[in-house]
């Protein structure tokens, strides 16, 4: 059942807006953080859970508000212990969340709009136009959902365990608090379907929900942004959450090629890009990722690694190389195993940071530039 239009969802709101919430309704400020933590930490799906709250206070919540949730229509498990959730959203949209467990330490990538405006030639996200923007209830609720499923089926690795370990830890386990279970989600990573800086006005908030000590209680440390370079958006995004991580998806070191393969980079290139990643504020010792898609033959020659050497060395810095997953419909091809290493050691070689990631999720369409919504046969 769609809740009426004229109802508040909860989980669009962070805790500060919804002390502001309740106090328009006359309810004392602490109320807002005993709802908080049952939707979040308790994963209250109703008013009538929450058993420390009055029931005429509950009677009235449910009149003027109620809890969203998803739940996948279907998951789907890789070879390599990779899972794919479908969601589908009350307008009929469907959106994609993938889980990727590497030694226990499950990331999570998830959506943050329905479709993608940007066209980057090699993604097949982007062969969907952007039909919306996912509201922040939804980017939440995919965590939630899948937070539920590991509950009862946590996640198992292949034999060998995986690789690429560091793609999205920026820390060791000290930070946490507590050791890891196989239920845990230890990493968010908005790298999923959409451009998240595109949809800040929801981005923003999710995020705040997801650090809340009162909320998701996930370390601002464990969460990163990825983007494909909208310059004044990263600036907003330094200025309102300074202390998450910023991805950046580069991909090539001229803007002839950029301009090419990424359409952004005509509005925004290079120059401007790493001058905006230079300016970011980031906190301590943390460094920009720099996401960079090899494409065979296009820009994995020794001489793109001395290029990205140069324009990226007076930033802090570290880089993920992405051997291109192949997929139907798209000319480029995967990078042979001979230049990714050549270019991995180039730049190993001179102290820079690299993580070649090994491809996970390929053969259920989960691994990078691979989501696409199948919900309706698309």
Known sequence: MIPSA???????LTLPDLELFLRGKGKERFRATQIFKWIYQQDARTFEEMTNISKSLRAELAEIAFISQLEPEAVEVGSDGTRKYLFNLVDGNGVEAVLIPIEGRNTLCISSQAGCAMGCEFCLTGTFKLTRNLTTAEIVNQIMAVKRDLAGNPPTLPADGGEGRGDFDDSDDSDDGHQQSPADIRNIVLMGMGEP????????????IMIDGNGLQFSNRRVTVSTCGLVPEMERLGRELPTVNLAVSLNATTDELRDRIMPVNRRYPIRELLAACKGFPLPGRRK????????????????????LLRLISDIPNKVNLIPFNEHEGCGFKAPTRAAVDAFHKYLIDRHVTV???????GDISAACGQLKGRLKGG
Do not use: C, W
């Open 288 to 307: 920009v990722t720099f996401e960079y898609v090899m494409l065979g033959g296009v820009n994995d020659t020794l001489e793109d690694a001395k290029r």
């Open 355 to 361: 993580i070649t990631r090994d491809s996970r999720g």
């Open 6 to 12: 004229t109802k508040t969802d909860l989980k669009n």
């Open 197 to 208: 800086l595109h949809n800040l006005d929801n981005v923003i908030p999710a995020i705040k």
